[in-house]
């Protein structure tokens, strides 16, 4: 079976073809990071207008690097939701129109099930059930993960997504958008304990998170501090160090409630390579299984679309009713997949 993956949620237009035998055969990525950075961030509207002048070329890109002519594509997998409206539009109507062409199944992806998923696109994939670490722009969260479509929430963001506080910390320190890689950019300058910053909601036992008071802190640690060189990396890589501890320590609590032994990381923060190496020393002394995917596929990408489309066709799923897309949609409602 050959799926057509696209994903069009945000700022990012992604486009892949996935097939049962052969793995991902073709993948392309729009990034329109240059159109908002003027705006400082994601401009709902210039997003939209981009996916649609893009998705096109893309879809031709991924078909010919795949060699895939039309009548080869079993199945079109989009992006459903949740995401910018008029964004996930584009991509459902091309989608969906694609499909009707072409006689075959269209099904709408959560777009968090297919980060939940990319790193089973990696070899070797993680079994199910597994404990995942989902921290993206939008989302943070600590799912147990029993299959396909069965997801339990243990614990999530109550206010900041891990990836919106690297973005408005770095905003802080006078860095370009989008912020998360440059401030940990800066931090590779910087020296380590010199800020206290907190680690949030550590102390008292459970899975939520909370990132706006960090964000905070470095206001505050910002306005009283003395301009020096070097202050600024410095406290990027506090702030840093402070998202990483307080991830894997809830990673590590997570791990021993649910009694799971194999942790699969996944969103954009997830290409932090502070976050990795810290997960990876956490996951030795505990024996934990630890999986990530490859650093490009941690954010938006139609890999992880194309995949979670095949392996809900796969699973017996036929065609999404006729939903086009869900700004908001928690993935715990979620089923496996439907004929
Ligand atoms: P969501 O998936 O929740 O809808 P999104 O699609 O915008 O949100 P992703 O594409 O998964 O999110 O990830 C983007 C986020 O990852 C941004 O907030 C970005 O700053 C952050 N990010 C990317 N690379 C790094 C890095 N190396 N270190 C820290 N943060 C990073
Ligand atoms: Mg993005
Ligand atoms: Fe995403």
């Not at 893009?54 to 995401?83: H, M």
């Not at 969260?141 to 963001?157: E, F, N």
């Not at 590779?188 to 304990?193: M, Q, S, T, V």
């Amino acid at each position: 079976m050959r799926v057509l993956g696209i994903e069009t949620s945000c700022d990012e237009t992604g486009v892949a073809v996935y097939d049962s035998e052969q793995g991902l055969m073709a993948h392309a990525l729009h990034s329109q990071v240059d159109a908002h950075a003027v705006y400082g961030g994601v401009v709902p509207e210039i997003a939209s207008r981009d996916h649609i002048r893009k998705l096109s070329p893309l879809v031709d890109q991924a078909l010919a690097e795949s060699g895939s002519a039309a009548g080869q594509i079993d199945g079109v997998a989009y992006t459903a939701g949740p995401g910018l409206m008029g964004a996930l539009l584009v991509g459902a109507s091309f989608g969906r129109s694609l499909a009707w062409a072409w006689d075959v199944p269209a099904v709408g992806v959560h777009h968090m099930e297919g980060h939940l998923l990319a790193p089973l696109l990696e070899s070797p994939a993680p079994d199910f059930p597994f404990l995942a670490l989902l921290v993206s722009g939008g989302h943070s969260m600590l799912v147990a993960v029993h299959g396909l479509g069965r997801y339990q929430t243990l614990g999530q963001s109550i206010d900041d997504a891990a990836g919106e506080a690297f973005d408005k910390t770095a905003k802080l320190l006078g860095l370009p958008y989008p912020g998360g890689p440059a401030l940990a950019k800066l931090a590779e300058d910087g020296d380590p304990g010199h800020f206290n910053f907190p680690r949030p909601l550590t102390r008292r036992p459970g899975l939520d998170f909370s990132f706006s008071g960090l964000k905070t802190a470095v206001a505050y640690a910002l306005r009283d501090s003395e301009e020096r060189p070097g202050l600024k990396a410095d406290m990027a890589r506090d702030f840093e160090d402070a998202v990483v501890e307080t991830l894997t320590l809830k990673c590590r609590r997570a791990l021993k409630q649910t009694g799971l032994d194999r942790l699969v990381v996944a969103g954009g923060v997830g290409a932090n390579q502070r976050l990795r190496d810290r997960l990876g020393e956490m996951a030795r002394e505990q024996s934990v299984d630890l999986h990530f995917p490859r650093l490009e596929f941690c954010t938006d990408n139609g890999a992880m679309i194309a995949f979670a489309g095949y392996c809900r066709l796969q699973g017996g799923e036929s065609l999404t009713p006729e939903i086009s897309a869900r700004a908001r949609w928690p993935l715990d409602e979620l089923l496996p997949p439907a004929a």
